[in-house]
């Protein structure tokens, strides 16, 4: 069956999760080694693994600031120009992480350097969920609009997969000590594939039609952002907001510490190991984009959250301990299922909060106000990532031991989902609105059933 023209969106989309998780992942598969590239070699593991995932961190922090960037322009001269731009600056400054000097060649300058590009990661990452996930959404069917979101998160575990194959590749390669030396920069600029292709595909899609129906009747907006804190525009973005803070602390903290998680004592698992475990995590993580994106079309985008939520309160704080547990003793089978179980947590609600968020908001300022309201989800994670989990194990550092944080993301990742969980609950349904009539003919919320799909 030939491709049709409103596909070619999604799969843009979808290639654009996977650069930025290739991203975001290449930290996570790469830890043990970066913490010997970047630090001191008598610091302590988990104090190392503190530092580097804080250099991640800080891109989640700086999001809103490419979020209202490319949110404005894009509600204003369009979506495509602005994806293609924010995919051009990811590429740019991911490359730039492989010329950074070692702690051996130029001491804490190198991780100074590194936490400055990840702030500008922060700002294009901004950018491309503004532009790039608006624009994918738009292009889809009413109908198909919970499986594209779906298909598009599975980017979140094809890029932590590529990751961690291509970590996996170049140790088997080169092995440690060169990875350790100079080899780990190989991993970074491998990374501009996947770029490459997405650019080449963005530069041959079109407009998002719904975008060029509203500027043909003039209804876009000068100041999109500002449109956001007026009238009942503004109790949807702080009700998306909350929802996306809740979420994206509870995925971002998993995501940022599975892998201290499984590399750092009481777990004994090695670094091979430990790739194999991730790995499982991505299968998780993709597992569940194509199984709960879909379903939440049927079932509904709140009622599929709400769910995700408590499973998560419930499951999480086991799931963590037993990671700790068997990786203690080797046991890399029940780790493996464990590393898969946690994945399917962490991607679960990204399956359904870029359909959700775009329903939420009409097509003058929907870049704006979906954007935003994820990029404010992602900034308020990177402080729970840079800051809360390593207080929380100064608290309780003796229940998780010294070396592990466990407890401290379990306790992170259960509060965030009960703030998703209260968000959620208070907002309306949104899977069978249409995108063309969100604040517009006087519907302030959508009224639509499974029947009128």
């Known amino acids: 069956m030939p491709m049709q023209r409103w596909q070619w969106g999604p799969i843009s989309q979808t290639l654009g999760v996977l650069t930025e998780y290739y991203d ?23 104090i190392s693994a503190f530092y580097v995932v804080a250099g991640l961190a800080v891109s989640y922090i700086t999001r809103p600031v490419g979020a209202a960037i490319w949110g404005h322009y894009s509600d204003r001269i369009g979506r495509r120009l602005l994806m293609i731009g924010s995919m051009a600056g990811m590429a740019i400054v991911t490359a730039l992480i492989s010329i950074l000097p070692s702690y051996a060649q130029a001491g804490f300058i190198g991780l100074i350097l590194l936490v400055v590009i990840r702030m500008f990661v922060g700002i294009f990452y901004g950018g491309e969920k503004a532009a790039g996930a608006t624009y994918a959404q738009e ?42 030396a100079y080899a780990w920069r190989y991993v970074f600029l491998a990374g501009l594939i996947p770029f490459i292709v997405v650019a080449i595909i963005r530069l041959a899609t079109a407009e998002s039609p719904i975008w ?12 999109p952002l500002l449109s956001l804190m007026k009238g009942p525009t503004r109790v949807r973005f702080l009700q998306s907001t909350l929802m996306s803070i809740g979420f994206l602390v509870m995925g971002g903290t998993l995501s940022s510490y599975v892998a201290p998680l499984l590399t750092n004592l009481p777990s004994r698992l090695s670094t091979s190991q430990a790739l ?48 700790v547990t ?53 900034t308020f994670a990177g402080i729970c990532i840079v800051a809360v989990v390593p207080s929380l194990h100064g608290l ?57 799909r």
């Open 139 to 180: 292009w889809t069917p009413a109908k198909w609009r919970g499986a594209t979101n779906g298909i598009t998160q599975t980017g979140v575990g094809l890029g932590l997969l590529t990751a961690s194959a291509t970590t996996g590749l170049f140790l088997a390669y080169f092995g440690e000590a060169a990875m350790i």
């Open 276 to 323: 194999i475990a991730l790995n499982m995590y991505a299968i998780g993580q993709i597992v569940v984009a194509l199984v709960v994106g879909p379903l939440s079309q049927y079932v509904g985008r709140k009622r599929i959250l709400i769910i995700i939520a408590i499973i998560t309160i419930v499951t999480v704080a086991p799931a963590t301990n037993m990671v």
């Open 212 to 223: 060029k129906a509203a500027k043909s009747r003039g209804d876009i907006e000068k100041s």
């Open 24 to 46: 975001i992942s290449i930290i996570a598969a790469t830890l043990p080694i970066l913490t010997k590239v970047f630090l001191p070699a008598q610091m302590p593991p988990l």
């Open 326 to 378: 068997y990786g203690s003793s080797v046991l890399l089978l029940p780790v493996m299922l464990l590393a898969f179980w946690l994945g399917c947590l962490q991607t679960a609600p990204y399956s359904v909060i870029d359909a959700y968020l775009t329903e939420r908001f009409g097509t003058k300022h929907r870049a704006s106000g979906a954007g935003l309201s994820y990029a404010l989800g992602n």
């Open 396 to 452: 309780i550092g003796g229940i998780e031991t010294s070396t592990s944080v466990w407890l401290s993301m379990a306790i992170l990742c259960i509060v965030g989902s009960l703030i998703g969980l209260m968000a959620v609950f208070i907002g309306p349904e949104t899977a069978w609105i249409k995108l063309e009539e969100v604040e517009s003919k006087g519907k302030t919320d959508p009224k639509d059933s499974p029947a009128s």
